[in-house]
């Protein structure tokens, strides 16, 4: 029996900043780079180049934002708020 193997389907990393530019990205998905099974979102087509040239250098980037990201998602639900006093 012949089984094939089926590549999993990249996945979008979540970026919302372009780690070339640092450019908020306005339009999630619109222009991406796919590398080693991620996809990271860039701001413009041109990004892409710079990005393949030393995708260590930029994967760092966004590594950096989503952890910043996930740290102040991590605060907020983290945070109460006291109750009034009851008097």
């Known amino acids: 029996t012949v089984t094939e193997v089926t590549p999993a389907a990249a996945v979008n990393v979540g970026n919302k900043v372009c780690p ?3 450019e908020k990205i ?3 998905g619109k222009d991406t780079v ?7 979102n860039m701001c413009c087509p ?7 040239a030393d ?3 930029y994967i ?7 952890a910043t990201e996930k740290a102040a998602a991590v605060v907020t639900e983290a945070h ?5 006093e009851v008097k």
Do not use: Q, R
């Open 20 to 22: 070339v530019m640092g």
């Open 26 to 28: 306005v339009e999630l």
């Open 34 to 40: 796919e590398y080693e099974g991620k996809i990271y």
């Open 46 to 52: 041109m990004c892409k180049d710079k990005f393949l």
């Open 55 to 57: 995708p260590a250098k």
């Open 60 to 66: 760092a980037v966004v590594d950096k934002e989503l």
């Open 80 to 84: 109460v708020v006291a109750p009034a």
